[in-house]
């Protein structure tokens, strides 16, 4: 019997458990690689916080909250069963749609039973002398696992802002990224937004619509792209799924985000004037995140970029008809792309309301918030609710808030002090048999996740069978392949536009968080061949241990 499948363990924990991985978080990471890992025979428990599966789109429901990828693409590839069955029934799907796919994911592949909702991972210890994690959980148990899997999502943990008086506010705060269950209804009220950024671009024209009053508070403007978002027909439906295993081929192998789309091969100056504005003209009236993709160098050439972005603070100016107003939604302090673009309905046009007042506290920044108002400049803007759209610890937040412990007793926080240390954003020097799903050091939050969620869950599976076959009790990343492997994701990085804005990306929205760019840049295809080839040597880069035998053995 091999070392994996000598573990085995099922059911509800009572503190003796023993799994052969223990997986945190039960979204769409975390419940493929259940799926997966049950194919190999492996026992498995999966821990997860929320009271019901869905990772990110469990705790997003703000109004509006929609895919910024479009759902024929934001649908898992593994079986196509369930993409022939599966009818989305918009260009991008709504929160709710996206809960109820990954609920019938759930059910469809019978993950339920392996699933421990409304469980938080609170710490994983590594025993040396046994080669395995002590796992312990909010229920009081502690169990054991040959490996752990963390699927706690690039931007699961929410971040309340630190402003003055914000505990003393009377009327209800609700933070995007933690929103009630239950429907909230503004209407009548008079409403606070602060951020801009993806959460509030959506939720800002549909809180609009209900509140006597919405004030939004930017303090930075940020580039929007019309989503242009549609019932899908039928037929559009079945042209998509008659071509969907060479289409998600190409997702996978030939692009950098993973979203199938034209291939640019010329460059925005390779372009004259009129020719290039058309060719923009006609990306955003089809919409979405292709825009960004309608030449080759706009995340590289800022001359370039700036075409893109002119034409887009242009729109602005067309739309908004206030001209102070637009002036001040045009972003104009970093290269449009090198945040995270955001995709809306009507975002802009809602600032032509006469209920709705943009103020700009980058000027004039929040001083306070009062038991009724929000002080910025000197002025109170009254509200009776605060909607907190400011984001996310980005990354590496829902990783730093498990006690994680690897070799000689070190934390993952210490080891990461200076920012996250990863090869290949897959595991950890000083931490082994520990994997993280789209950590950082992948192209996770770059891409279109499902493709990347696929790609690591299968390289790990494999990796795990891998081992078994060859009797293999520890895999870790060696420290100098790891070295290699962050100065390659930072060199990358700054061979693009992206350090140039204070982004999430970069770790700069949270205070004293070290700046290190953080997702790999070099693309979904490239990263995926490297990552095969690693694999194909071996596991390059990796230390692998024997069952039974102390001594270390190179795998490669
Ligand atoms: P975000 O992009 O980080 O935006 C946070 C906003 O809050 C920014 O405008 C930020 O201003 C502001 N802010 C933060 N702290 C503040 C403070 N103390 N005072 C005033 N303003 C403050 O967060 P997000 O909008 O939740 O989006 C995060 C990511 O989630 C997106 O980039 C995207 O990847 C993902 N997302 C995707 C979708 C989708 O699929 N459609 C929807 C929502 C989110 P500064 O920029 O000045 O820091």
Redesign the pocket.
């Known amino acids: 019997m091999s070392a994996l499948q000598s573990v085995a363990g099922k059911g509800h924990a009572t503190g003796r458990e023993i799994y052969d991985v223990v997986v945190v978080g039960a979204g769409f990471a975390g419940m493929y690689m259940l799926h997966k890992l049950r194919g190999l025979g492996l026992s498995v428990r999966v821990y997860e916080q929320g009271g019901d599966v869905g990772g990110?789109w469990y705790w997003?429901r703000y109004p509006g909250?929609?895919?910024?990828?479009e759902s024929m693409q934001y649908s898992y590839s593994f079986s196509d069963e369930l993409q022939q069955e599966w009818d989305w029934s918009e260009r991008?799907a709504p929160q709710p749609e996206i809960l109820k796919y990954a609920n019938h994911v759930a059910d469809r592949f019978k993950l339920r039973s392996d699933i421990q909702l409304d469980t938080r991972v609170d710490r994983a210890v590594f025993d040396e002398s046994a080669n395995s994690w002590q796992v312990a959980i909010s229920d009081g148990n502690t169990v054991t696992a040959k490996h752990v899997v963390l699927a706690t999502g690039?931007?699961s943990n929410?971040?309340m802002?630190?402003?003055k008086g914000l505990a003393d506010f009377v009327g209800k705060v609700y933070h995007?990224?933690h929103w009630p269950h239950e429907r909230i209804d503004f209407t009548g009220q008079r409403v606070g937004v602060?951020?801009?950024?993806?959460?509030?671009?959506?939720s800002v024209p549909i809180i609009a619509e209900e509140a006597s009053h919405l004030t939004v508070?930017?303090?930075?403007a940020?580039f929007s792209i019309p989503a242009r978002n549609a019932a899908l027909s039928a037929e559009e439906r079945r042209s998509w799924r008659a071509d969907y295993p060479e289409i998600q081929r190409k997702a996978r192998e030939e692009t950098r985000n993973g979203i199938f789309t034209e291939m640019p091969d010329r460059g925005a100056l390779d372009d004259g004037d009129n020719e290039r504005r058309a060719k923009y003209e006609q990306r955003w009236t089809r919409g979405g995140l292709t825009f960004m993709s309608v030449y080759n160098n706009l995340a590289l050439d800022k001359a370039a970029n700036d075409t893109a972005a002119d034409f887009v603070r242009h729109k602005i100016a067309e739309i908004v008809k206030d001209p102070h107003t637009a002036k001040l939604l045009q972003p104009n302090n970093h290269p449009i792309g090198s945040?995270?673009i955001?995709?809306d309905s009507d975002y802009f046009a809602t600032f032509n309301r006469p209920n709705v007042t943009l103020v700009d506290?980058?000027s004039n920044?929040?001083e306070a918030i009062l038991p009724n108002a929000v002080r910025a400049g000197d002025k109170d803007y009254e509200v009776d609710a605060l909607v907190?759209?400011?984001?996310?610890d980005?990354m590496t937040g829902s990783v730093a808030k498990i006690d994680i412990r690897g070799r000689n007793g070190q934390t993952i926080n210490q080891k990461w002090a200076e920012g996250p240390k990863t090869y290949l954003g897959l595991m950890s020097a000083g931490f082994p048999n520990l994997f993280i799903i789209t950590g950082p050091g992948s192209p996770s939050?770059l891409s279109n996740m499902i493709v990347s969620i696929e790609q690591h869950v299968d390289w790990i599976a494999d990796c795990l069978a891998w081992m078994r076959d060859r009797d293999l009790v520890t895999m870790e990343a060696k420290k100098d392949a790891e070295d290699s492997w962050v100065a390659h994701v930072n060199e990358v990085a700054h061979t693009t536009l992206y350090p140039q804005a204070?982004?999430?990306y970069m770790g700069?929205?949270i205070p004293g968080k070290p700046q290190i760019f953080m997702p790999y840049i070099g693309g979904v295809a490239i990263y995926r061949q490297t990552c095969n080839d690693v694999a194909a040597k071996g596991y390059e880069g990796f230390t692998m241990s024997v069952a039974e035998r102390p001594q270390k053995l190179a795998a490669s």
């Open positions: 990110t997003n909250a929609r895919c910024d990828v991008y690039c931007l929410a971040r802002p630190d402003i995007t990224g602060i951020g801009t950024g993806s959460s509030a671009i959506q508070f930017q303090r930075t940020n945040k995270r955001c995709i506290i980058k920044p929040i907190l759209a400011t984001g996310f980005a939050v204070n982004s999430w700069a929205n």
